[in-house]
């Protein structure tokens, strides 16, 4: 009985991963074609359409665990996922190929995902910052985190007014773009969303099973299984989309997410149902935080994330998950 359920497990956790890689490419084709469809530039796809696309099995995992009171699995979630996307995805990316960052990235993309990390740590840590006996997420504090979220939506939506920033909508590339019609991107896009959110449903559920049936807490299963899983579809778009060359649909797709992972995921969950954050620890919070730091000092180095950069922040997320691990 217990090798069928493992069996189980793992075939859902096979199919999830298929899924979340045929979305992504369908996603990417689309979001691409829909970029220059507009001659909107591809960060802006990137921070918007992809990104939050892509954070869709984040926020359903996160708000069904909320709501079922598992406010360890749903914070987790959220952090884990984030750091997975700044670390592992940005790292296995530039390993597949340098990532190349613009100046508006550079200036304010990434400095306002740093920010998130910032707030979201200042908003948990109650026993630091407020005197009070244990770390809460409360409903205020979700108001706060969507404020800023309809901030950072007023920022993008700018970008797309004034097509001096970001990356460029070529001629050539409009020219090569212009045959895909409506139809087509609408479908892709359509496909491409259902096959990551379904994959990494799939991918959570088939994870989670196998690391309960193994024992692991609930704490780092969000943390590791359920951050990893939801994020293999940001991990599966940001690779297809470097491979294709389309760095800022890649970089644009990590930042965003982290963005929407914090003020709106956590945000809405946090109105809808204050969570308890006494799963959170120091060292979680600090690995967020230094992780973007770190992300920011590499692509500031020549604009771009090279290879051995790449290497660095995927070394790092293992050593992290090694501590989590020793530490159960």
């Known amino acids: 009985m217990f090798l069928s359920l493992i069996y189980m497990d793992l075939f859902f956790l096979i199919l999830g991963v298929v899924l979340v890689l045929w979305g992504a490419d369908k996603l990417t084709d689309g979001a691409t074609g829909l970029a220059r469809r507009f001659q909107v530039n591809d960060l802006v796809i990137g921070l918007t359409v992809v990104a939050f696309g892509t954070s869709l099995p984040e926020f359903v995992t996160s708000l069904f665990?909320?709501?079922?009171?598992?406010?360890?699995?749903?914070?987790?979630?959220?952090?884990?996922?984030?750091?997975?996307?700044?670390l592992v995805i940005v790292g296995m990316t530039a390993l597949t190929r340098p990532i190349w960052v613009s100046k508006s990235t550079l200036a304010k993309d990434i400095p306002f995902a740093l920010l998130s990390s910032l707030v979201f740590g200042v908003l948990c840590l109650d026993l630091w910052f407020n005197a009070t006996d244990e770390n809460y997420i409360s409903r205020g504090d979700g108001l706060i985190l969507l404020f800023f979220f309809v901030i950072f939506m007023y920022y993008t939506f700018s970008i797309a007014r004034n097509k001096n920033e970001g990356e460029q909508v070529t001629e050539a590339s409009l020219v090569q773009e212009a045959s895909m019609p409506y139809w087509k991107i609408g479908l892709y896009i359509v496909l491409g969303l259902v096959g990551l959110v379904l994959g990494g449903n799939l991918f959570v559920s088939g994870a989670s099973g196998i690391a309960a049936d193994l024992g692991v807490s609930e704490a780092v299963i969000g943390l590791t299984l359920v951050a990893g899983g939801t994020s293999?579809?940001?991990?599966?778009?940001?690779?297809?989309?470097?491979?294709?060359?389309?760095?800022?649909?890649?970089?644009?797709?990590?930042?965003?997410?982290?963005?929407f992972n914090v003020f709106f995921v956590l945000g809405i969950c946090s109105f809808i149902s204050p969570m308890n954050a006494t799963s959170v620890s120091l060292t979680d919070i600090f690995i967020l935080i230094f992780s973007m730091l770190l992300m920011w000092g590499f692509a500031s180095t020549s604009r771009k994330i090279s290879r051995w950069e790449g290497l660095v922040m995927v070394v790092l997320y293992c050593s992290y998950v090694t501590y989590l691990i020793l530490n159960l």
């Open 232 to 259: 293999l579809p940001e991990l599966a778009t940001s690779i297809v989309a470097a491979k294709k060359g389309n760095s800022a649909i890649a970089i644009g797709n990590v930042i965003g997410s982290n963005i």
């Open 65 to 86: 665990a909320a709501i079922k009171g598992s406010s360890a699995i749903s914070l987790g979630n959220v952090i884990g996922s984030n750091i997975f996307n700044t």
